[in-house]
Every structure is written in structure tokens, then in C-alpha cells.
């Protein structure tokens, strides 16, 4: 079982990460208290470095952000300053978004916002705070500035899978579906095995999939049904992908029961389109994700061990879904 202390907070439940604050102020008394008891010179040949350690440090000090306790995380944010220093990148991307945190109204994160500003004159290599600076726009409802800005800095580091994530979540926020799957795409091209990524990009083709019809949304429909088979193929589990499936599967057979020549549509190797699935291809999909979702809701409402990790709100949304089905067949 993964340790959660050295999980990024940012993607665990909203309860493990008040768990993990509420464990910050032991943890820092711990790591001050041992060292200072061993009596010098003793204390010289003592090493207590090592990566787990500031892993720890930073996932407190953005657990504790993330739970209001802002005394807390500023003491985790003083160890590591001490420790790689107030011009370590990192660290000064981990200061800003502090300030960001407690900033009290929108003149205080201008100010935030005008700081990473004078950074980036004197140094615009430090790609942390070009992100940060993204981040406050977005925040500050300055979304073409911040799509800007994320632009600019792929087109210096075209390798940055997390601000192509972020530049495809900002697209998608604007209505801009061709260019959000574009991004998403450029993330899975730099990580292909990401299942969550693969379920995302099958989410926004199903969104997608509303502004077209006839043949333009049933390939719609099938790509974004293939991306959630990725995710699944990759993760069994992940309740978000069976979700997914079900959901373009039911719309899949829709269209593809009120397309006049459904079977007849053909592959086209030079532009690289794949014929449409067949119906009995999608029931048994359908099927199959209808079951594993009865599942994952039956024993995770159960407790049984190992079923535990979802969130709440993903079992109630699962559990609705299918109720939604169940309400069709009565009718």
C-alpha cells in the first residue's frame, strides 16, 4: 500500500488530506527533536537526508494549504527553505504559492501576480513561476492571458505533459473542444500510459461529440468509446473510465441504431479513420461497464478491503447512473 505522506495531496480524498495535516505538527517536532538530543560532535556523522524526507515536507506544506492551516504549512515551507535555499526554483514557486493561498482579496494576489512578473524579467528560465503566474490569470478569470501564457511556454519546453494538461483544461473552459483535444493528445504523446489522461481526452470527445451529427459524431463517439477501452486496459479499476464507457457506449448505440447504413461506413487508411463499432461490439461494452460499475458500488459501500479508495462522490454519481438505467426498464 502506497504511503500516503508521499502521494501528491493535490490527488488524494479531501478526508487524507486533512489526515495528513493534522499529522504535519507531529512530523516537524519529530524530525527537529531526535537530532537536537544527539550530543555533538556524535550529531556530525549523523545524515538524515534523503528524498522521502522533503517529499514529505513539501506534500505537508501543500496538505496543509489545502486545509486552511496556514501556521503550519509556513513552518514546513521554512524547513525547505533553510534547506535548498530561498533561489532554489522549486522553492520559490512553493513561496509564491503561499502568499497565493493567504492572499485575503484581489489586490493581494495582483501583488502576487506582479511579483512573479519582476521574477520573470530578470530570469523568464524559471519555467515554476511561469506556471504559477498561469495559474494566478486563470484564478484572476484572465483566461485568454493565461492561455497565452501557457502557449508561450510550450513553445519553449513542448515537453511539459502538465501545462499541456492545464492549457487543454483552460480550452475546454472556453468551449474550444478541437483545440483542448489537441492538447490533451500532446499530453498522452509524452505520456502514453497515463490512464487517467486517456479517460480525459475521452471525456472532452464526448462533449464534443454534441456539436456534431450524423457521421462526423458517430466517429466522434467511437474514438472517444476507444480512449476509455485505453484507460480500462490500463487501469481495470478506474471507476471514472467504466463510468465513461458507459455513458458513450448508451449514446453510441443511439446513433448508430438511427443511422441508416451504419455497417456500410469503411476505414480510411490515408486519413486514418477507423470504421465505426459494431452494435453488438458496443452492447457487450455496455455490458461489461454496467456490470464492473454495479461492482465497484456494491463492494465499496460494503467496505470490503481493498475497494475503499474511491470518493464518495464518485460512488453516488456511479450509483445514480445506473438507478437512470434502471428507471428506463421499468419504464
Request: aromatic content about 8%; glycine content about 6%.
Amino acid at each position: 500500500m502506497a504511503n500516503p505522506l508521499l502521494e501528491a495531496p493535490s490527488k488524494s480524498s479531501p478526508e487524507t488530506a486533512i489526515d495528513l495535516s493534522q499529522q504535519a505538527s507531529t512530523f516537524i517536532t519529530s524530525q527537529s527533536s531526535w537530532l537536537s538530543a544527539i550530543p555533538y560532535p556524535l550529531s556530525l556523522f549523523i545524515n538524515t537526508e534523503s528524498q522521502e524526507k522533503w517529499q514529505t515536507y513539501e506534500n505537508l506544506f501543500l496538505a496543509c494549504l489545502r486545509t486552511g492551516d496556514d501556521n503550519t504549512a509556513y513552518a514546513c515551507l521554512e524547513s525547505l527553505t533553510d534547506r535548498f535555499g530561498k533561489g532554489n526554483d522549486r522553492v520559490v514557486a512553493l513561496q509564491g504559492l503561499y502568499k497565493e493561498a493567504t492572499a485575503k482579496n484581489e489586490s493581494e494576489l495582483a501583488e502576487v501576480l506582479r511579483e512573479y512578473e519582476e521574477m520573470l524579467k530578470s530570469d523568464p528560465t524559471i519555467f515554476s513561476i511561469r506556471k504559477r503566474r498561469a495559474a494566478v490569470l486563470r484564478s484572476m478569470g484572465k483566461t485568454s492571458d493565461a492561455v497565452t501564457a501557457l502557449t508561450n511556454l510550450l513553445d519553449q519546453s513542448p515537453t511539459d505533459a502538465e501545462a499541456w494538461s492545464e492549457l487543454g483544461d483552460l480550452y475546454l473552459t472556453q468551449g474550444s473542444y478541437d483545440q483542448a483535444i489537441f492538447s490533451f493528445e500532446e499530453v498522452l504523446l509524452i505520456m502514453p500510459y497515463s490512464w487517467n489522461m486517456q479517460a480525459r481526452l475521452g471525456e472532452v470527445l464526448y462533449l464534443a461529440s454534441g456539436r456534431t451529427e450524423g457521421g462526423d459524431q458517430m466517429k466522434i463517439l467511437s474514438e472517444s468509446m476507444r480512449r476509455f477501452c485505453r484507460s480500462l486496459e490500463l487501469c481495470d479499476d478506474y471507476l471514472r473510465g467504466h463510468y465513461g464507457l458507459k455513458l458513450v457506449t448508451t449514446r453510441l448505440l443511439e446513433v448508430l441504431s438511427t443511422s441508416k447504413k451504419p455497417q456500410q461506413s469503411s476505414s480510411d487508411p490515408v486519413r486514418g479513420d477507423l470504421a465505426p463499432p459494431s452494435v453488438d461490439a458496443v452492447k457487450k461494452l455496455n455490458e461489461l461497464a454496467t456490470s464492473k460499475l454495479a461492482e465497484i458500488v456494491r463492494r465499496s459501500n460494503s467496505g470490503e478491503k481493498g475497494w475503499d479508495g474511491y470518493s464518495a462522490a464518485e460512488i453516488i454519481a456511479a450509483r445514480e447512473l445506473l438507478d437512470r438505467d434502471t428507471q428506463k426498464i421499468e419504464r
